[in-house]
């Protein structure tokens, strides 16, 4: 197990490596009780309200079984798998997509693959869709609408367009084409989903969109194209077993959440995730979305203002290394740059000889592309140091089930922890919200009368601020 361990290391965010924007071990000694606080309230509070998603690991045994045995019907029946959804029900999803299975996935044939194509529909682009629909077989696709509320009107739209193709098409047997994933009583897709007889998942109590990659909503699409499950949820577990001490030298997610608090109050408002690795791309994007929704808000836990949180920022090493990184070393210090590096990666390409009259080419001949890409990693790591920049190391071993897992329950520890030193509501989103209840005003929804009417008052645009 220890050899899976993902290693977090903050050299670069330490006064004593980067100079005087860093921290000092006394500044960590003087706020570790602000650490052992958030600490024991993550503690005190996991399980209850939406602190579901702290136990997803432990008690989905029988769940885990069901969503086995379903997905290997679907690989059995269907060459398409279509995930319907969008922000928590859609980021999880695609991030152990990319981080767990080859990277050109449904290019791949079909002997290859050994399971469906995956889609993962995140967004009511009209041209998307019908993309989507030149690409597909109805007859050959199993689609997964994915909605913890079960009222999203981009999730639903879709749902309605596939739902009423599939009838067309299908008939009777269109019900067979569509897996409902929601909450088990509340909101409309599960009485949808019971009214026309699809099969169901649960999204349990307390774990809300963001926190549900570790239940149906990620663990099904996962299942589906063969990603071992049982060891994502193991690799989760470790990472919360790691987790279990206030010390903030032993508990990583906790150190990283003091040290962004820390970065916050000195006006570091800008978290920027940067992989060196393509498989955990879009690990990048699932990290926006928890640590901008989560910390991003308005009022603290007394209802005063307070204005918090932290934007974060994705970046693909190398790829970035030649667009951002130049703002990055050189300009403001604003932010906090977490790079993802993987150890042992799982091809090996080396680079060939050739060149041998031009030395400044040549030099690359008998290194691999793996060195290459380990050796700009660290490279970038010094630059940010020499220049100042904080910025942090998280290692993986290797990119797999357990390590994936460990990742996204670190983040998401991390994301409760920093939340609690913040002292605002981790798990809510009204700004979120507040543009799904305008939307359904403007497109009529009813019970959205009075917020039809709010809308209404707002300042006429002005011809003149339009050029
Ligand atoms: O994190 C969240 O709660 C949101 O981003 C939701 O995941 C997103 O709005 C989709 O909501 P739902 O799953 O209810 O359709």
Redesign the pocket.
């Known amino acids: 197990m220890e050899k899976q361990r993902i290693r977090f290391d903050v050299n670069h965010m330490m006064a004593e490596q980067i100079g005087e924007r860093g921290f000092t071990e006394q500044e960590l000694t003087l706020a570790a009780p602000k650490a052992a606080e958030a600490f024991r309230y993550v503690r005190e509070n996991r399980g209850k309200d939406m602190m579901g998603w702290t136990e997803l690991p432990y008690n989905q045994n029988e769940v885990v079984e069901s969503i086995l045995q379903t997905a290997q019907a679907v690989r059995e029946r269907f060459d398409t798998f279509v995930v319907l959804?969008?922000?928590?029900?859609?980021?999880g999803p695609i991030a152990v997509q990319q981080a767990l299975n080859h990277l050109h996935y449904n290019e791949l044939p079909k002997e290859k693959r050994r399971a469906p194509k995956l889609y993962v529909e995140d967004n009511i682009d009209p041209e998307r869709m019908a993309a989507l629909l030149d690409v597909i077989d109805l007859k050959t696709t199993c689609f997964n609408v994915?909605?913890?509320?079960?009222?999203?009107s981009?999730?639903?739209s879709q749902f309605l367009i596939l739902w009423d193709r599939l009838k067309r098409e299908m008939g009777d047997k269109a019900k067979d084409h569509i897996i409902a994933t929601?909450?088990a009583a509340k909101?409309n897709?599960i009485k949808i989903a019971q009214q026309e007889g699809f099969t169901r998942f649960v999204?349990p109590d307390g774990v809300?969109?963001?926190?549900?990659e570790l239940c149906p909503?990620g663990l099904l699409a996962a299942a589906v194209c063969n990603v071992d499950i049982r060891a994502l949820l193991a690799g989760a577990a470790y990472a919360d077993e790691l987790a279990s001490t206030d010390d903030i030298y032993q508990n990583a997610p906790l150190m990283a959440a003091l040290m962004q608090y820390l970065a916050m109050q000195k006006g570091y408002n800008i978290s920027v995730m940067m992989p060196y690795a393509d498989s955990l791309k879009f690990i990048a994007d699932w990290y926006c979305?928890?640590w901008a929704?989560?910390l991003g808000k308005r009022y603290d836990l007394n209802g005063r203002e307070v204005f918090t949180g932290q934007t974060p920022v994705k970046a693909l090493g190398v790829t970035d290394q030649h667009s951002q990184v130049q703002l990055y070393t050189e300009g403001p210090f604003d932010k906090v740059i977490t790079v993802l590096g993987v150890e042992k990666f799982h091809a090996e390409i080396g680079i060939p000889e050739g060149c041998a009259d031009i030395p400044a080419v040549h030099f690359l001949c008998g290194h691999t592309l793996n060195e290459l890409i380990n050796a700009e990693r660290m490279a970038t790591e010094y630059a940010l140091l020499k220049s100042g920049h904080l910025n942090q190391t998280i290692l993986l071993p290797e990119v797999n089930a357990f390590t994936v897992g460990q990742l996204m329950y670190f983040y998401e520890l991390e994301t409760a922890y920093c939340g609690a030193m913040l002292g605002i509501h981790t798990f809510?989103?009204p700004g979120?919200?507040e543009g799904?209840n305008a939307a359904y005003a403007l497109l009529g929804r009813p019970g959205y009368e009075e917020k039809g009417a709010e809308l209404a008052q707002k300042p006429g645009k002005q011809d003149r601020y339009i050029i």
């Open positions: 959804g969008i922000g928590g029900s859609a980021l994915i909605s913890k509320s079960g009222s999203t981009e999730t639903m929601t909450d909101g897709l999204i809300g969109g963001r926190f549900s909503v979305q928890l929704e989560s809510d989103q979120v919200e799904k």
